[in-house]
């Protein structure tokens, strides 16, 4: 069991808890960075790594993977300690600080801020029976580089932002891009939906998939009109499957903090109700609280500072990186 004692632990390594470790390293805490998966990077990294997100100060546009690197970059500047695969499962009173019972084992600190987002992701499934050996190689629910299926044949199942954006994406790429959507109208951005009907991607709607079957390195969809009668089958070399995302955040309940809907209540200083424990990003709630990136990245400096103004009353921190940046 470690005994260090970190002033500051994060737990989650998504955006927003990359960003909040690296500012608290800049005020020379002594920082833990806790994260379940495999990676740090959160939803951008593992859901939409090769989409591309335009409303970041200062990038104009960026993919998820570009700004995980960028993040990356700028988390090892302070060299945090990160430790992943350790899923933070209690957090209990240590006098002083806390004791964060994790997979990986426990660790010590002095203060906490929650940055785990929408807790554990996968991929909503597709809802037919199909083999899932065909998972991860023909049958796909996600991709890093739309490159990677460069001349091929792609059908995309699901009609909301997320479906809209791949077959923006891959249609320069791909031999064909078919999208397939149980209604007729698209739920995404006004803009990506026009911007859609100016490619060369073909539209099956309204339609279901009903079937899944590999015919030698093919695949065979069988379509189902809704409210129809027409069955015809579409033949591809990959199927992406974009029905949006499943979360399990029941952690959230087990670390003695108020909730409202499952998402951590916070004040304006992103103090949780128990003191010395703070939440920043997708994983908080408060009045007009927005799930972007941007309203994350400003939630970090609270959190830090006031987590560090209560560990040090004394202290008086810099506000502005210039005069802490060597
Ligand atoms: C398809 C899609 C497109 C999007 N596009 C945009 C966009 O264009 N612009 C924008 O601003 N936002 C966008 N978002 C939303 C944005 O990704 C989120 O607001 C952002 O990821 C929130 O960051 P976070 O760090 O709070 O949480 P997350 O990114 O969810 O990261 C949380 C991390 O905490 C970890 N974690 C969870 N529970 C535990 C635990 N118990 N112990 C240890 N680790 C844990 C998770 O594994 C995860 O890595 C999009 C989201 C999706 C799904």
Known sequence: METHQYEIALIGAGPVGMFAAFYAGLHTADTLVLESLGEVGGQPANLYPAKTIYDIGGYPSITGAGLTDQLHAQLDHFNPTVVTGAT???????????TLKTTAG?????????????????????????????????????????????????????????AIDWAL?????????????????????????????????Q?????????VQQQDARLNLQLAEVRGTAHPT?????????????????????WGVALTRNEVVVDSTMATSRPGIYAIGDAVTYPGKLKLIASGFGEAPTAVNAALLRLHPDRRQPLHSTQLYH
Do not use: M
């Not at 990959?238 to 029941?250: D, H, I, K, P, Q």
């Open 88 to 98: 933070v499962t209690a957090i209990e009173d240590a006098h002083p600080g806390f």
């Open 106 to 162: 426990d660790f010590h600190t002095a203060s906490v801020i929650i940055a785990s987002g929408g807790g554990a992701f996968t991929p909503r499934p597709l809802a037919v029976d199909y083999d899932h050996a065909l998972d991860g190689q023909s049958v796909l629910y996600n991709i890093r580089d739309p490159h990677d299926l460069a001349g091929l044949d792609v059908a995309i199942a699901g009609g909301g932002d997320s």
């Open 169 to 201: 994406a891959l249609a320069p790429v791909a031999k064909s891009v078919h999208l397939i959507h149980r209604r007729n109208q698209f739920r995404g951005l006004e803009s990506s939906v026009a911007a859609l009907a100016e490619t060369e991607a």
């Open 203 to 211: 539209l099956h709607t309204p339609y279901l998939i009903a079937g």
């Open 234 to 254: 579409l033949s591809v070399d990959r199927l992406l499957v974009n029905y949006g995302f499943v979360s399990a955040n029941t952690q959230l309940q087990n």
